[in-house]
């Protein structure tokens, strides 16, 4: 098995972008959880029905692939829809990171992007959980700008995650997004020499 480091915290924190800067530092792979979900909602693949056969088919897009628009206008504003699409999803994402695993050498690093790592129990593949923060005057911000979407919409996804706030103390590292890219990527790389170092790994 790879060392694992898994990365989580709220919507548009930063998570894939710390990510990337850990290839850069030498993680062999970044996995995406966001990434496998969409897979599994493809034409015909047997999450996808399950979800269809849930939410009805409002949210099946013309080419038969889950809309995950539509879907997303559902869970965000409806958290015991949420909880439920969670149900559905996340055996069949634990499932996909495994396999996901299996491709990393066997002394490689990946690096695991998941919102709900601690919740959904993906955090058993890791040796180590950084969690991303910044203000959430800067999520909403970098949200609207990546995604072209209205204010309201933005909002109702950053008020669809709880607070972080407790999670502090459950995780090994914190970085704080808050500044530059610069300022962030000397975080990043002070953490992964310190993962680095824990583990005997040369990188
Ligand atoms: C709601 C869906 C359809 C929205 O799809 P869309 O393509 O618009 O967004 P995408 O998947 O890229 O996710 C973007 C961001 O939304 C937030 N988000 C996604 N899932 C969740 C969730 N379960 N709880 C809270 N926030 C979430 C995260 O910050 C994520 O990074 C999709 O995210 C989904 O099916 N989520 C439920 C499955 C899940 O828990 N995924 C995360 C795996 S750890
Ligand atoms: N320090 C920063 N300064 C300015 N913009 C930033 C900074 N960090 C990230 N961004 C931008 O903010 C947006 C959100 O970042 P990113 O996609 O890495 O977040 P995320 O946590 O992976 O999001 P999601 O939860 O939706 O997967 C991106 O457009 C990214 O380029």
């Keep these: 098995m790879p060392y694992v480091i898994g990365i989580t915290g709220n919507i548009a924190c930063g998570k894939t972008s710390i990510g990337q800067m850990l290839v850069q530092l030498g993680a062999e792979r970044y996995i995406d959880a966001d990434l496998l979900v969409h897979h599994l909602y493809e034409r015909d693949q047997p999450i996808a029905v399950r979800v269809a056969d849930y939410f009805g088919p409002q949210v099946v897009a013309p080419d038969g692939s889950i809309d995950r628009k539509a879907l997303g206008s559902i869970v965000f504003h409806d958290s015991e829809a949420m909880k439920r699409l969670e149900q559905i999803v996340h055996p069949a994402v634990h499932t996909a990171i495994q ?9 490689g690093i990946a690096i695991l992007d998941a919102v709900k790592l601690l919740e959904g129990g993906s955090a058993n ?52 997004n808050s500044g530059t890219s610069e300022a962030t990527y000397q975080q990043v790389a002070a953490a992964f020499k310190r993962f680095c170092l824990k583990f005997a790994i040369h990188s």
């Design 99 to 107: 396999v996901e695993l299996d491709k990393v050498s066997p002394q």
């Design 125 to 176: 593949f890791c040796q180590a959980k950084w969690l991303v923060v910044c203000s959430e005057e800067q999520q909403l911000q970098r949200l609207m700008q990546r995604n072209v979407i209205s204010l309201q919409e933005a909002q109702a996804r950053i008020k669809a995650q709880p607070g972080t706030e407790g999670k502090l103390n459950i995780v090994d590292e914190v970085i704080v």
